[in-house]
């Protein structure tokens, strides 16, 4: 018997890390009587399930066991489509969430409190960086001169960015053991300082998947920042060996002769997928003196090839496996990113976002 005990002891050791979250939802603007709730894997490179809910007038509950939090994705029915709410999994801890899906208050347990006192603290922030940026894109849009309108929006929405930052740090600082201050280490800038205030939290092992996926981006971006000196205008773009979409290697150095476009990008990305009209008219256009490569970042190796075959992108794709660092060592930190190549192999220019003045360059390039 003794022997059982202590070969069963493990075992429930193991099983009591389990706790359950359940997260009560009620929310006005949500019709129908089902909801969707998407968890994502924990290193957060896609979802690991997807379950249904039901839901009676606006009404539904969220269950969930395990030991670590998880990140999950809500998909929700209202009068204005689909909308989606980002929420955290907590095991032990209970919230509900009342409002509508774009305004709601969140209370239970002390995670959820501590989520809504750093809502309340950044949101507003937030509504006004959201509303620059889209000015901005509306304008150009509408036929606004992109560069001139930049130097007018930028220093605006830099000074957003910085107050937003300054408002994670202080909450930080003043809840330095609350879980909630995890849900702000997704490209932070300062992570590695958070992390060393926030020391009973990372030793906490229910907010493991967070606290890994912020080490692993913070050397991640270690690495760009040492690449930067190493993909400015003028040098030589590092060379790189990919599986193309054939199944065959594609190296970057074979492609010399022709002006190269480097395009990152994936199809999760909304900004790559709209630019895409654009690239194949230019394709078109200077396919005599040019070649497009696209690499494709984050997405599955399915996703991918769906992507390409979807949007009937004729030019040459790489896929970009998880465990490459060529985007770290070509500094990208946004997406879509296209870096212009001379037919020598030098860097010529590089583009973040999509930007009509990039092809206004390509016009000046083979003018």
Not at 73 to 101: D, F, H, Q
Not at 342 to 350: L, M, Q, S
């Amino acid at each position: 018997m003794k022997k059982f005990l202590i070969l069963l002891l493990p075992f429930l050791m193991g099983e009591s890390l389990f706790a359950q979250c359940v997260i009560k939802a009620e929310l006005k603007d949500v019709i129908g009587d089902t909801a969707f709730i998407q968890i994502f894997k924990p290193d957060f490179s896609g979802y690991e399930k997807t379950d249904t809910l039901k839901v009676k007038k606006g009404k539904f509950t969220i269950k969930k066991n395990d030991s670590k939090m998880r990140l999950a994705i809500c998909r929700v029915k209202t009068a204005e489509g689909e909308k989606r709410l980002s929420m955290y999994l907590v095991p032990g801890e209970n919230g509900t969430v009342k409002g509508t899906t774009e305004k709601n208050v969140w209370t239970g347990s002390q995670f959820y409190k501590d989520y809504q006192a750093l809502d309340d603290a950044t949101d507003p922030i937030q509504e006004k960086m959201y509303e620059v940026g889209y000015s901005y894109h509306s304008q150009v849009e509408k036929g606004a001169n992109a560069d001139s309108l930049q130097k007018i929006i930028d220093p605006i929405y830099d000074g957003l960015k910085e107050q937003l930052h300054e408002a994670q740090m202080n909450f930080i600082n003043t809840h330095p053991n609350s879980g909630a201050c995890v849900t702000l280490l997704m490209g932070m800038k300062d992570a590695e300082k958070a992390l060393n205030i926030m020391s009973t939290v990372v030793a906490d092992s229910k907010y493991a998947y967070f606290i890994d996926f912020a080490k692993a981006d913070i050397e991640r971006r270690k690495i760009r920042e040492a690449a930067q000196k190493y993909v400015e205008e003028g040098k030589m773009a590092p060379d790189f060996t990919l599986k193309s979409i054939d199944g065959t290697d594609l190296s970057l150095s074979s492609l010399r002769g022709k002006y190269v476009i480097l395009d990152f990008w994936g199809s999760w990305c909304i900004w790559c997928i709209k630019g895409f009209p654009e690239m194949k008219t230019y394709y078109e256009k200077y396919s005599d003196r040019m070649e497009i490569l696209g690499v494709d970042c984050s997405d599955t190796e399915e996703k991918w090839k769906a992507a390409v075959a979807k949007h009937e992108l004729k030019w040459k794709h790489v896929y970009n496996p998880k465990d490459s660092k060529i985007p770290e060592m070509y500094a990208i930190t946004g997406f879509p990113t296209k870096i212009v190549i001379d037919p020598e192999g030098k860097i010529v220019k590089t583009v973040v976002g999509e930007d009509p003045a990039f092809y206004t360059f390509l016009d000046e390039l083979f003018k």
